[in-house]
Nanobody, 127 residues
Framework: VQLVESGGGSVQSGGSLRLSCAIS????????FAWFRQTAGEEREGVAA?????????ADAGKGRFTITVSQDKTNGTLYLQMNNLHPEDSAMYLC????????????????????WGQGTQVTVSS
């Protein structure tokens, strides 16, 4: 299972970024994905998740500003996180995560629910 994030960077407060997570071919049929973020010394915090039935859950911190989407075909897939109106407190390492091999997942924002993770992409928002 391979998940590779990209799209992080440095922006000013109020700016936007679009994060991408390339999904390896053999899990492209999975529809259980999520974005998390983590700062030094803190636990991973759920940002947004897609359940197996397509229902999307957002953490309060990103509601109205963040949008999670997934693009999949038979051989390729990409998970996205569009982040608008960024605040300095959004600065973190952002990681994508997946659950594989299940018929149902609830779209949890609890990080132990996800066994597969990317390496992360850093987002820094300056005031």
């Amino acid at each position: 299972v391979q998940l590779v994030e990209s799209g992080g960077g440095s922006v000013q407060s109020g700016g936007s970024l679009r994060l991408s997570c390339a999904i390896s071919r053999h899990i492209v049929r999975t529809r259980c994905f999520a974005w998390f973020r983590q700062t030094a010394g803190e636990e991973r915090e759920g940002v947004a998740a897609i359940a197996s039935d397509g229902i999307i859950t957002y953490a309060d911190a990103g509601k109205g500003r963040f949008t999670i989407t997934v693009s999949q075909d038979k051989t390729n897939g990409t998970l996205y996180l569009q982040m608008n109106n960024l605040h300095p407190e959004d600065s973190a390492m952002y990681l994508c995560a997946a659950i594989v091999g299940v018929d149902y997942c609830s779209g949890s924002l609890w990080y132990p629910a996800y066994p597969y993770w990317g390496q992360g992409t850093q987002v820094t928002v300056s005031s």
